[in-house]
């Protein structure tokens, strides 16, 4: 691994969480919403009109105003796409890659392998989330820039749960920095 430098970090992690909160409160305060997933909902329900409009007209949700305004956001998803872009390539830390250094490290596994394992825990989180009728993305950055009650202990059980899986997936990058080699 390579050592940080201001070329790709120009602001200490401290102040990057600042202004990123202060970004989150100004967002907020312009939209009301910051959930990416209801566009990718809105989307796939005018797909699925077009191959099965019996379903989608005796559906309760669809008709919703609200339901069909939630989905008016994709600017957000694209904006999101765009200025990560602009980071990277500002940054000079644009690198197109199949794998990561760390799961070559750990498992040596052709690629096909890895993709296989990204689907899987995907599908799982995804599964999670629909079954909690809600979404990740609305728990962790939208209900806990809320200070919503039930954002706190959600988000502390994924961050102490993604930290244990990363133990689990990655165990010499665990090792290694635990020993300080």
Not at 27 to 52: C, H, K, R, Y
Not at 101 to 115: A, E, G, K, S
Request: glycine share 10%.
């Amino acid at each position: 691994m390579t050592k940080s430098n201001a070329q790709t970090h120009p602001l200490p992690w401290w102040a990057a969480g600042i202004l990123l909160g202060l970004v989150l409160v100004l967002a907020l305060s312009l939209t009301q919403s910051l959930d990416v997933s209801p566009q990718f909902i809105t989307t796939n329900t005018g797909i699925l009109e077009s191959t099965a409009p019996e379903y989608i007209e005796s559906h309760p949700l669809v008709r919703n105003e609200d339901f069909v305004k939630s989905g008016e956001g994709w600017w957000l998803a694209i904006g999101i796409l765009i200025g990560a872009c602009v980071a990277a390539v500002q940054l000079r830390v644009w690198k197109l890659r199949a794998t990561c250094d760390l799961w070559q490290q750990n498992h040596n596994t052709p690629i096909v392998v890895r993709m296989i394992a990204g689907f899987a825990g995907g599908s799982l989180m995804l599964l999670g989330a629909g079954i909690a009728y809600g979404g990740v993305s609305s728990n962790f950055i939208k209900g806990l820039s809320e200070l919503s009650l039930s954002a706190i202990p959600f988000t502390i059980a994924m961050l102490f749960s993604g930290m244990l899986v990363a133990y689990l997936i990655y165990p010499a990058a665990s090792s290694k920095n635990n020993h300080g080699s």
